[in-house]
């Protein structure tokens, strides 16, 4: 068992940068591949990056050179830099944890304005 929360969004004008931080809990001995997501109104959630237990990254075309996901598994805790921000970017973040079963984070809202 799983619980993810997120935090770190907010609004930012474009060009700017924001810091995401996921911190996981519960029961389990390690976190396997963790993952940031996102999902703007009327469209499909999307994967913006994702990271394995040894650190192995992977980022969609939207954001490479931009965003830089990392993780500090002494502290249960994914991250998601993101720089170069544009409007586009303007969606709901969420954290996600590959076990056996895939879990979940509430979101965190991130904002970019023009």
């Known amino acids: 068992q799983v619980q993810l929360v997120e935090s770190g969004g907010g609004l930012v004008q474009a060009g700017g940068s924001l810091r995401l931080s996921c911190v996981a809990s519960g029961t389990f001995f390690r976190l396997n591949l963790m993952a940031w997501y996102r999902q703007a109104p009327g469209k499909q959630r999307e994967l913006v990056a994702d990271?394995?237990?040894?650190?192995?990254?992977t980022y969609a075309d939207s954001v490479k050179g931009r965003f830089t996901i990392s993780r500090d598994n002494s502290k249960n805790t994914v991250y998601l830099q993101m720089n170069s921000l544009k409007p586009e970017d303007t969606a709901v973040y969420y954290c996600?944890?590959?076990?056996?079963?895939?879990?979940w984070g509430q979101g965190t809202q991130v904002t970019v304005s023009s």
């Open positions: 990271i394995t237990s040894r650190g192995i990254t």
């Open positions: 996600n944890a590959q076990m056996i079963s895939a879990y």
